[in-house]
């Protein structure tokens, strides 16, 4: 077995290769774009080029792709090989820098929210050096930007880019009032990836979850988390094969996969890698995604990334850990004494205001269709934008907003009462698995990202949101005497939390009380995502993007499109094929069985006329009821889709999908579910959940 030291890496073109393939000044000159954003030219382009192309044959690759992230939320690439014919007839392998820099996908096959149309094909790809090439799959891959013939942006990467230039900017600006001149200042994520495991054979037999993701049908398994066995659990052999063999991959990768453990609900598992730079972190989740899809299925599994593939038990997230250093040193630490550390209120105010101020965008940024039915159950965070910062925090907060003295909790040591156990200190504040963004030490969890989304959306929004804040800040105080300027500073963050902090709330979010509650402070609560998008095209959202160059309003509109577009596709698909399936596979099997109980009855009878058939007669009638409320929810179904296809505005059939199809499409569910258990085993057409989460 190959040492994790000696495999970590060895598939990326990171800065250790770098500095051992390139020469000296080109090595210099490309750290300059990857560390202080300096244009990269043509020369040193080749050079790297050439360099990149002979380590990857070397690796075994034979082509190269730019690698870049559509709006899609996947990713997409073109592969093209390293062979240069020549004259003799031989050929040679070449790679330009060039090729390196830029590429020309078809950008009209791509999700553009009108951007382009059909006949508007050209699109481009741009080199990211910051984030590193890498082989997959005997490939080159090389991160890119993608960008339209006219210059708007197409892709993901783009404008969380933009956003991370942002806040630095303005981050430098605030840090430099405290006497403090950063060469870097990056916000870093650390992407916890839940996911579902189940058999490649219950899988081939559910034609909901293959068009899907989830489940459209199944009654709830007689035994499903109500025991809380599964999380932390024992990890089962195939599934840990499989995890040993994906933390493999990850590392030769260079994605720092450092923890795994089972879930909550059954089949459920989760990795989690170590924070980094933002941009590289969601590049390597997404890696991480498309990996564990591959890999699953040389073990007999299906990896399912849906938010709710099953609607009995938990869902699947993905807790966004975001925070914002400084040359390594992270802004968002409280120290020993929070209540002394100035530049830590400076920043920690700086997030309040920014999740307060830009709460929709925030929910907006995490709303999908997949997403609507975890949301709010209690297993996710509500719909409801609010900040848990804990014990030692809130106190501080109170503290200042209240203008009283804060005294700080001593430490407290544990004691279990045990000799041969240590003793150890407690931290100073509690969790909340309830808050949709809490403050867990040194940085903030996002918990409402969906388990199959692209991060870059809620990360555009936080860092350009936070950007806003430290301006703000900085347009304040800066020309503030310095001997005046930690007392200014304390009575901006003061007047800063009075304005915000109902956004703060440390209690249960799962609790009756917390809408109403929310409701009084005027927070927002979109529930569904027609109802969270269109903050995203309202006038305050637009102007932030714009006001730091994130987003132009064409870009803004755009992609507002784009997610309506999806939003609604999605939802035509399960429509779709839940009428098709209860068509052709369970009115079918519950028919079948109805005339099978029913032949049943007149054979008994013929035999035995005064024979007692109570039973068998109330299992029909149960039956044939059944079959008649299915065809009435079926029906109604059918009818609400064609008249939502007719909506020719994407707002308006969304919130048509949301508010009057979702309901009829539950209700046809509880139907079909309710015949579950009524008919025998042998004439359901399809694996129980019973069988899907607890296969051997």
Same mark, same amino acid.
């Given at each position: 077995?190959?040492?994790?030291?000696?495999?970590?890496?060895?598939?990326?073109?990171?800065?250790?290769?770098?500095?051992?393939?390139?020469?000296?000044?080109?090595?210099?000159?490309?750290?300059?774009?990857?560390?202080?954003?300096?244009?990269?030219?043509?020369?040193?382009?080749?050079?790297?080029?050439?360099?990149?192309?002979?380590?990857?044959?070397?690796?075994?690759?034979?082509?190269?792709?730019?690698?870049?992230?559509?709006?899609?939320?996947?990713?997409?690439?073109?592969?093209?090989?390293?062979?240069?014919?020549?004259?003799?007839?031989?050929?040679?392998?070449?790679?330009?820098?060039?090729?390196?820099?830029?590429?020309?996908?078809?950008?009209?096959?791509?999700?553009?929210?009108?951007?382009?149309?059909?006949?508007?094909?050209?699109?481009?790809?741009?080199?990211?050096?910051?984030?590193?090439?890498?082989?997959?799959?005997?490939?080159?891959?090389?991160?890119?930007?993608?960008?339209?013939?006219?210059?708007?942006?197409?892709?993901?990467?783009?404008?969380?880019?933009?956003?991370?230039?942002?806040?630095?900017?303005?981050?430098?600006?605030?840090?430099?009032?405290?006497?403090?001149?950063?060469?870097?200042?990056?916000?870093?994520?650390?992407?916890?990836?839940?996911?579902?495991?189940?058999?490649?054979?219950?899988?081939?037999?559910?034609?909901?979850?293959?068009?899907?993701?989830?489940?459209?049908?199944?009654?709830?398994?007689?035994?499903?988390?109500?025991?809380?066995?599964?999380?932390?659990?024992?990890?089962?052999?195939?599934?840990?094969?499989?995890?040993?063999?994906?933390?493999?991959?990850?590392?030769?990768?260079?994605?720092?996969?450092?923890?795994?453990?089972?879930?909550?609900?059954?089949?459920?598992?989760?990795?989690?890698?170590?924070?980094?730079?933002?941009?590289?972190?969601?590049?390597?989740?997404?890696?991480?995604?498309?990996?564990?899809?591959?890999?699953?299925?040389?073990?007999?599994?299906?990896?399912?990334?849906?938010?709710?593939?099953?609607?009995?038990?938990?869902?699947?997230?993905?807790?966004?850990?975001?925070?914002?250093?400084?040359?390594?040193?992270?802004?968002?630490?409280?120290?020993?004494?929070?209540?002394?550390?100035?530049?830590?209120?400076?920043?920690?105010?700086?997030?309040?205001?920014?999740?307060?101020?830009?709460?929709?965008?925030?929910?907006?940024?995490?709303?999908?269709?997949?997403?609507?039915?975890?949301?709010?159950?209690?297993?996710?965070?509500?719909?409801?934008?609010?900040?848990?910062?804990?014990?030692?925090?809130?106190?501080?907060?109170?503290?200042?907003?209240?203008?009283?003295?804060?005294?700080?909790?001593?430490?407290?040591?544990?004691?279990?009462?045990?000799?041969?156990?240590?003793?150890?200190?407690?931290?100073?504040?509690?969790?909340?698995?309830?808050?949709?963004?809490?403050?867990?030490?040194?940085?903030?969890?996002?918990?409402?990202?969906?388990?199959?989304?692209?991060?870059?959306?809620?990360?555009?929004?936080?860092?350009?949101?936070?950007?806003?804040?430290?301006?703000?800040?900085?347009?304040?105080?800066?020309?503030?005497?310095?001997?005046?300027?930690?007392?200014?500073?304390?009575?901006?963050? !003061?007047? #800063?939390? $009075? &304005?915000?902090?109902?956004? =703060?709330? @440390?209690?249960?979010?799962?609790?009756?009380?917390?809408?109403? +509650?929310?409701?009084?402070?005027?927070?927002?609560?979109?529930?569904?995502?027609?109802?969270?998008?269109?903050?995203?095209?309202?006038?305050?959202?637009?102007?932030?993007?714009?006001?730091?160059?994130?987003?132009?309003?064409?870009?803004?509109?755009?992609?507002?499109?784009?997610?309506?577009?999806?939003?609604?596709?999605?939802?035509?698909?399960?429509?779709?094929?839940?009428? !098709?399936? #209860?068509? $052709? &596979?369970?009115?079918?099997? =519950?028919? @079948?069985?109805?005339?099978?109980?029913?032949?049943?009855?007149? +054979?008994?009878?013929?035999?035995?006329?005064?024979?007692?058939?109570?039973?068998?007669?109330?299992?029909?009638?149960?039956?044939?009821?059944?079959?008649?409320?299915?065809?009435?929810?079926?029906?109604?179904?059918?009818?609400?889709?064609?008249?939502?296809?007719?909506?020719?505005?994407?707002?308006?059939?969304?919130?048509?999908?949301?508010?009057?199809?979702?309901?009829?499409?539950?209700?046809?569910?509880?139907?079909?579910?309710?015949?579950?258990?009524?008919?025998?085993?042998?004439?359901?057409?399809?694996?129980?959940?019973?069988?899907?989460?607890?296969?051997?």
């Amino acid at each position: 077995m190959a040492l994790v030291s000696d495999i970590y890496g060895s598939m990326v073109f990171n800065e250790h290769t770098m500095q051992e393939r390139l020469p000296s000044a080109t090595y210099k000159k490309l750290m300059k774009t990857i560390k202080d954003g300096q244009p990269l030219d043509l020369e040193v382009a080749n050079v790297v080029a050439h360099a990149m192309k002979e380590w990857a044959i070397e690796k075994g690759a034979t082509h190269y792709t730019h690698w870049f992230q559509p709006l899609t939320g996947i990713t997409s690439e073109k592969h093209d090989s390293f062979i240069d014919p020549i004259a003799d007839g031989r050929a040679i392998m070449s790679f330009s820098g060039k090729e390196l820099i830029q590429g020309e996908p078809d950008a009209s096959s791509f999700p553009s929210g009108g951007l382009r149309a059909t006949f508007e094909a050209r699109g481009y790809t741009a080199w990211d050096p910051t984030s590193y090439a890498f082989i997959k799959d005997e490939v080159l891959c090389i991160p890119t930007a993608f960008c339209s013939y006219t210059g708007e942006a197409l892709d993901k990467k783009t404008p969380l880019l933009r956003s991370m230039s942002a806040v630095e900017v303005q981050a430098k600006r605030v840090l430099e009032l405290f006497g403090e001149t950063p060469h870097r200042v990056v916000t870093t994520v650390g992407a916890e990836q839940e996911y579902f495991l189940i058999s490649e054979k219950d899988y081939e037999k559910r034609s909901d979850i293959i068009l899907t993701g989830r489940t459209l049908f199944g009654y709830p398994p007689c035994k499903g988390q109500e025991l809380e066995e599964h999380y932390f659990g024992a990890i089962r052999p195939t599934v840990n094969e499989f995890m040993k063999e994906l933390d493999d991959e990850l590392w030769k990768l260079g994605v720092s996969a450092k923890t795994k453990h089972n879930e909550v609900a059954p089949c459920q598992h989760e990795l989690a890698p170590i924070f980094a730079n933002a941009n590289r972190a969601i590049d390597e989740n997404l890696l991480t995604m498309e990996k564990m899809k591959l890999l699953a299925s040389h073990y007999g599994l299906v990896c399912l990334q849906h938010e709710k593939p099953f609607d009995s038990i938990n869902g699947s997230g993905k807790h966004n850990n975001w925070s914002i250093s400084a040359d390594n040193k992270n802004l968002l630490d409280p120290g020993d004494s929070p209540m002394e550390n100035v530049r830590f209120l400076v920043f920690l105010t700086g997030v309040i205001q920014a999740v307060d101020e830009y709460q929709e965008l925030l929910r907006m940024s995490v709303a999908s269709c997949g997403n609507d039915h975890r949301l709010g159950a209690n297993e996710a965070p509500p719909a409801i934008i609010s900040m848990f910062l804990g014990d030692e925090l809130g106190a501080v907060v109170d503290a200042l907003v209240a203008n009283d003295e804060y005294v700080a909790p001593n430490g407290q040591e544990m004691d279990l009462g045990v000799d041969v156990l240590p003793n150890f200190l407690k931290d100073t504040t509690d969790r909340n698995r309830t808050s949709p963004f809490a403050f867990t030490g040194n940085k903030f969890e996002f918990r409402m990202p969906g388990s199959s989304v692209n991060l870059s959306d809620c990360n555009m929004v936080l860092n350009t949101a936070m950007a806003k804040s430290l301006k703000e800040f900085a347009d304040a105080l800066e020309g503030v005497p310095a001997a005046e300027f930690e007392m200014a500073a304390l009575n901006y963050v !003061r007047n #800063t939390l $009075r &304005d915000h902090q109902r956004i =703060i709330f @440390n209690g249960d979010g799962y609790s009756d009380e917390w809408p109403e +509650e929310a409701a009084r402070r005027g927070l927002a609560n979109h529930k569904t995502t027609a109802d969270a998008l269109p903050c995203f095209v309202e006038p305050k959202s637009i102007a932030l993007f714009e006001e730091f160059g994130v987003l132009s309003e064409t870009e803004v509109r755009s992609r507002y499109e784009v997610k309506l577009e999806k939003y609604n596709k999605l939802m035509n698909i399960e429509i779709r094929t839940m009428k !098709r399936l #209860t068509r $052709r &596979d369970y009115l079918p099997a =519950i028919n @079948n069985y109805a005339a099978e109980v029913a032949r049943s009855i007149s +054979e008994i009878r013929t035999v035995l006329p005064d024979a007692n058939v109570t039973l068998q007669e109330t299992r029909l009638r149960q039956l044939t009821d059944g079959i008649a409320e299915i065809n009435t929810q079926l029906e109604e179904l059918h009818r609400l889709h064609y008249q939502s296809l007719e909506i020719a505005d994407e707002q308006e059939r969304a919130n048509m999908n949301a508010h009057v199809i979702i309901p009829v499409m539950e209700k046809l569910r509880a139907a079909v579910d309710a015949m579950e258990i009524i008919v025998e085993r042998q004439w359901w057409p399809v694996p129980a959940l019973n069988e899907v989460l607890f296969y051997c």
